[in-house]
């Protein structure tokens, strides 16, 4: 695939999309308008900012969520990074990075497919100051007897499966909690 795809598949999700309300709808519209200003808006290359993609990843029953111990943030948040050039859609990244961090091959896309929009400044891996604008979807891991095995990345600290309603102190609060109710699921 190339840029100008994973653009216009992010573009289009985003216009479709149903926010699950106002704050949500106006980062919609915040969002659209960066892409609409910056053509490579979906690489890391792009220094003002750019789109990520991220995964809450639950077990096949909803009862448990992967989360991962990030180095830069400290705290446990879902899967997710950034898009490559090859990836064929904004969702397909979120898929990609998933798989990559956890591990477990057989991920689905959930039909919910998009759950929240967040952004936050960050020093990524371009060593300087920037914006991340990130588009987190759902994904389900395919049923198993028990969990699904999962493969840390060197990406990660630390990476363990957690009860929806006993997630661990350090979680990225109000996020994790609110992305597995929009899932959902009760916290």
């Not at 891991?141 to 028990?146: I, L």
């Given at each position: 695939m190339s840029t100008e795809s994973l653009h216009a598949s992010?573009?289009?999700?985003?216009?479709?999309?149903?926010?699950?309300?106002?704050?949500?709808?106006?980062?919609?519209?915040t969002v659209l308008a960066f892409l609409g200003a910056?053509?490579?808006?979906?690489?890391?290359?792009?220094?003002?900012?750019?789109?990520?993609?991220s995964t809450l990843v639950l077990d096949a029953e909803h009862r448990h969520v992967l989360l991962t111990l990030h180095p830069r943030v400290g705290k446990w948040i879902q899967l997710g990074?950034?898009?490559?050039?090859e990836d064929e859609s904004i969702s397909a990244a979120?898929?990609?990075?998933?798989?990559?961090e956890s591990g477990?091959?057989?991920?689905?896309?959930?039909?919910?497919g998009l759950l929240a929009l967040h952004t936050h400044p960050i020093?990524?891996?371009?060593?300087?100051?920037?914006?991340?604008?990130?588009?987190?979807?759902?994904?389900?891991?395919?049923?198993?007897?028990?969990?699904?095995?999962?493969?840390?990345?060197?990406e990660s600290v630390d990476l363990r499966w957690w009860p929806v309603d006993a997630l661990p102190e350090n979680t990225?609060?109000?996020h994790i909690p609110r992305l597995i109710a929009l899932a959902g699921q009760p916290v």
């Amino acid at each position: 695939m190339s840029t100008e795809s994973l653009h216009a598949s992010t573009v289009a999700l985003l216009t479709t999309w149903q926010a699950p309300d106002s704050d949500q709808d106006s980062l919609r519209h915040t969002v659209l308008a960066f892409l609409g200003a910056a053509p490579e808006g979906c690489l890391r290359r792009s220094v003002p900012g750019h789109i990520t993609a991220s995964t809450l990843v639950l077990d096949a029953e909803h009862r448990h969520v992967l989360l991962t111990l990030h180095p830069r943030v400290g705290k446990w948040i879902q899967l997710g990074g950034h898009c490559e050039p090859e990836d064929e859609s904004i969702s397909a990244a979120a898929v990609r990075e998933a798989r990559e961090e956890s591990g477990i091959p057989d991920l689905q896309l959930s039909a919910s497919g998009l759950l929240a929009l967040h952004t936050h400044p960050i020093t990524c891996s371009l060593g300087v100051p920037t914006r991340h604008l990130d588009l987190r979807f759902l994904v389900t891991a395919a049923p198993a007897e028990g969990l699904p095995p999962i493969s840390r990345s060197g990406e990660s600290v630390d990476l363990r499966w957690w009860p929806v309603d006993a997630l661990p102190e350090n979680t990225e609060y109000p996020h994790i909690p609110r992305l597995i109710a929009l899932a959902g699921q009760p916290v």
